[in-house]
């Protein structure tokens, strides 16, 4: 098996996403390899991808590789053959727009509880990754709620380099805006408050947002959107795009990113050289940006530290369902919390 600068885990609309725009960069040769549970489904995504490169005349080319269980021994016999740069995680047990597609017991949990809930469910496959890649070179990009999963994972001891999402999605549609496109935007959200932002609720629950280093209100910003669905990761990816080349290359970027440096949420960052420095507006401490960021991880029912505290209408909600672990759990049995979950979504899926 060749190796490849950058590798993809999943085959969801993030993974696909990515890679299909990868396969439009021009300015190099460079491979990137797609990984999935399903042989089928990454013979697929490599198939239309390179189809798209050859269409175009870029010099990209992506390799289907397949593997039943995502496991960190299996991922560490991937990464150690394939030598990747770049590993973006794609992938979780526990889609986050399952509560937009589907009506049940478990949807109407996490939508009146908060998506902090399925915490446990996203840090599995974020685990398995990072032990993998615990002793490699290669920098790790989680896609798997980075805002609080890098943080947990910062706290086992386990490595990450960034996030996606949430930060640089608000940056985007900012920079879309009227008198936003082509300046300095800055952003300090988390997820927590993505959504609030998006369908234009209460002022306390917003993003904060510089532009040429004044402070807007966020609200001014707001793009003129619907229902939330999962088209809101084609924004994803292609925040994504220029992440990973500059990763890939060790060009500059300047970007909002949540997931770095144990901080959690997004904040405004300079990436050079695969090293990110923290690029806060004037007239803002780091202990005020990280207690918005925190205010918006209560938002989604968490306070995560040491350990993992489910608040507020979380822990309201998982004592109603009565979940084992409804006020929380040491991160030393995060594992079995996971498996209570699992549990506890399988049983409140079969209610219609």
């Not at 150690?80 to 727009?97: E, F, G, N, Y």
């Not at 805002?147 to 086992?156: F, R």
């Not at 960052?269 to 991880?297: C, D, V, W, Y």
Request: aromatic residues 6%; positive net charge.
């Amino acid at each position: 098996m060749k190796t490849a600068e950058i590798l993809v885990i999943g085959t969801g609309s993030i993974a696909r996403g990515v890679v299909y725009g990868l396969s439009h960069i021009f300015g190099g040769s460079f491979r990137v390899v797609i990984l999935g549970r399903s042989p089928a489904k990454v013979s697929e995504i490599a198939a239309i991808a390179n189809a798209r490169a050859a269409s175009v005349g870029a010099s990209v080319i992506c390799e289907p590789v397949s593997m039943a269980q995502f496991k960190a021994a299996k991922f560490s016999r991937i990464f150690r053959s394939l030598k990747p740069k770049v590993i973006l995680l794609a992938a979780s047990i526990q889609s986050p727009w399952e509560i937009t597609e589907e009506d049940n017991g478990w949807t109407r949990l996490v939508a009146q509880g908060g998506f902090g809930i399925a915490l446990p469910l996203q840090m599995a496959l974020a685990v398995e990754v990072a032990r993998a890649a615990v002793d490699l070179e290669a920098a790790v990009v989680n896609a798997c709620y980075p805002d609080c999963v890098n943080v947990v994972l910062d706290h086992l001891g386990l490595r990450t380099t960034c996030g996606l999402g949430n930060a640089a999605i608000v940056e985007a549609f900012c920079r879309s805006a009227a008198g936003a496109r082509e300046k300095d935007v800055r952003v300090l959200a988390h997820h927590g408050q993505l959504g609030p932002w998006l369908q234009g609720k209460a002022p306390g629950k917003q993003p904060r947002v510089w532009v040429r280093d004044h402070e807007v209100s966020a609200q001014e910003l707001r793009p003129n959107y619907g229902a939330i669905g999962e088209e809101l990761n084609d924004v994803t990816t292609s925040t994504a795009i220029p992440l990973l080349l500059s990763l890939l290359s060790g060009g500059t970027l300047r970007t909002s990113i949540p997931g770095v440096a144990k901080l959690p949420g997004g904040y405004p960052f300079l990436l050079r050289r695969g090293k990110f420095s923290l690029q806060l507006p004037s007239g803002i401490t780091l202990e005020e940006a990280i207690e918005h960021n925190k205010r918006g991880e209560r938002l989604d029912g968490l306070d995560v530290g040491a350990g993992v505290k489910f608040v507020g209408k979380a822990r309201k909600a998982l004592d109603a369902a009565n979940f084992e672990y409804a006020q929380g759990f040491d991160l030393s049995e995060w594992l079995l919390a996971c498996k209570h979950m699992m549990s506890l979504r399988d049983r409140l899926r079969a209610i219609r």
